[in-house]
């Protein structure tokens, strides 16, 4: 997994609540059994209309957005469905941090696996920050993981928490599964166990 | 004295392999169930690591969302990219030695109908797949819930999950439900009281008289759709009537081992004093039939309410609903009994059990649904479906003009050829009124399988109440 340290960037403003992941990437994308290539198809029915042509009015449509490695968004993001095709398809994009006031709870932990870091900031942040995105090319606005800071475009200093195993990992691009591989001793200790206790399982 | 726990507190602890310092654990998993949409690109991870599934007995593949729910299914499925999905799991499936229901086995369904079905799903089990709806298997008092396909890959891989513990929620639904009311509009009850944010960060447990007094089908409607409330899992504690279910089935224990499943089993529930982090109580017979209005399971309103006006909402939510009245083409002050549909959809792992069926052909026994409207009635497994033609369901359907369908996932999520086209109206007994969800632009209202068999009489929809 690529390694999260520092993002700046512009980000684009998504102020709808609780885009689901159907918005984000429409199951007919899920057809696929590959990981890549789902970032032109990211927001595919806002984006486009039925006849594959962009509507300009879409926020990743403009010019100023086109390239974002920030969205801030409104309440409730990644509601839905479990498809980890949302987070392939934002990281595929080149989106690499998700602001909100609250993150449904699957799509925050898949976005951890694939190099996205999803802030969770209070209502008042996130507004500053909504507005901030709003004003477009000129607006760079910087997140430093290791210091969990981030840093509106004029110059507004906000912390931010995260679990400081997902930052490790965030930070070092680790493979989880290796991580636990480690533990095989626990894993079979376990087992070993509860073949004693629940034999029926 | 030790500390009183909840049931959540006492799964999850019988499933910890290691934990840290920190309180990230490694939990282990006693059920993986998978399916073909999440899981070909974490089956191709293992491969490209050289790794193998740890516990192939306990992982159970059924493909169910791509698949068509038309008798000439056996010719293979049209879609070039729903073939390959499928035909990727039956590799993997066999390449990997995992259990699996193929398409062509009688027993083939929607994976959450077919994993209790089949005695996978048990009490004080750790279940999970990579599916959201994976909520449905806390009916039976296991801790169950959605992941990605990276965790599936990690589950493949080590029969283990890494998890932070979840704050616990009590949801108590007291007294009786009135004539009408079934588990369906508790669970929108539910959702319509906390939001569909109101349940992050929390494992629900679903308790109370009208909990107790629902079959096992309807408690697997209410835990299905606890993750529609943002709830990482939805738990109801086992009792006679979870023992009753799961006996006899073909992986359910049998002989002494049943009687120490048993014995074990009847230790899971919340301990008196046991303390929750968040209590909701809804009085059960304050409930009515409910519809939702809205592309969100929040958008919910008892059948006799109006459409809402989106100025009487407040913060972000009165632009959702600006967005969402003109995506359903509804106009505030409207009657939601006056809102006419074209299409019935009867099945999904929210309602497409045995007892769903029963309710909802109740409703339509001698009765025609209204000309010109399209209905299908899918049952959600095999089983399900040659248990309802045995019983006389399957006819009373046929009789009342809807189609009757092989199991599957169907137009609850439109990944198949049933669909909505754009424009079209549909009752669904399905979990989620997205946009697109059914079909691009189509429009879904979100209602109980009886509800939904009265609207396909009326064509509109219309209070159960009211058909005689």
New interface residues.
Partial sequence: MEKFEKLAGVAAPM????I?T??II???F??????SGLGVNLFD?MRYD?EGNEKPEFVLNKAQYRGSKILVA???FG??????HA?WAIADFGIKCVIST?????FY??CF??GILPLVLPEDQVDILMKDAEKGANSIIEVDLENQTIVSSDGEVFSFEV???KKHCLLNGLD??G???E?ED??TA??SK?SQ????? | MSTPKTLYDKIWD?HI??S?P?G?C?L?I?RHLVHE??S??AF?GLRM?G?KV?APEKTIAVPD??VPTTENRDDGID?E??R??VE?LDKNAKDFGVNYYPVSDIRQGIVHIVGPEQGWT?P??TVVC???H?ATHGAFGALA???????V??VL????L?Q?KSKNMKVEITGKLRPGVTAKDITLAVIGETG??GG??YVIEYCGQAIRELSMEGRMTVCNMAIEG???AGLIAPDEKTYEYCKGRPH??KGT??E??LA?WKTLFSDEDASFDKVVTIKGEDIPPLVTWGT?P?DVLPITAAVPDPETFS???I??VR?SLEYMGLQAGQKLSEIEIDTVFIGSCTNGRIEDLRAASEILKGKKIKEGMRAMVVPGSGLVRMQAEEEGIAEIFREAGFEWRLAGCSMC???NPDQLEEGERCASTSN?N????QG?RGRTHLVSPAMAAAAAITGKLTDVREIQ
């Avoid at chain 1, 899920?30 to 990981?35: A, V, W």
């Avoid at chain 2, 997205?434 to 969800?437: A, K, S, V």
């Fill in positions: 102020p709808l609540v609780n689901d159907d918005m429409p199951k007919v899920l057809k696929t059994i590959k990981r029915e039925r409104g309440d409730n509601c839905g469905s479990s498809r980890e987070p609250s993150f449904a709870d699957i932990n898949n696996k694939n679990d400081p195993f989880d599964i991580l636990t591989m533990k626990h894993i376990y087992e509860a206790l629940f034999p029926w399982a | 019988a392999v290691h840290d920190d990230t490694l282990y006693d949409v999440t070909p690109q191709e690591s790794r740890r969302h791509n879609n990219e729903s390959i999905q990727a048990l004080g089990m990579g599916d959201s994976t819930h959605g992941i990605g396909t990276s965790e890959e990690h891989a080590t029969q283990t890494i932070k569909t944010a992050t960060g943002g709830a990482r359910s224990p081992s049943w120490m499943a074990y969100s929040e913060g972000g939510k632009e959702a967005r999520l439109a990944m989620r997205f946009e697109g969800r691009y």
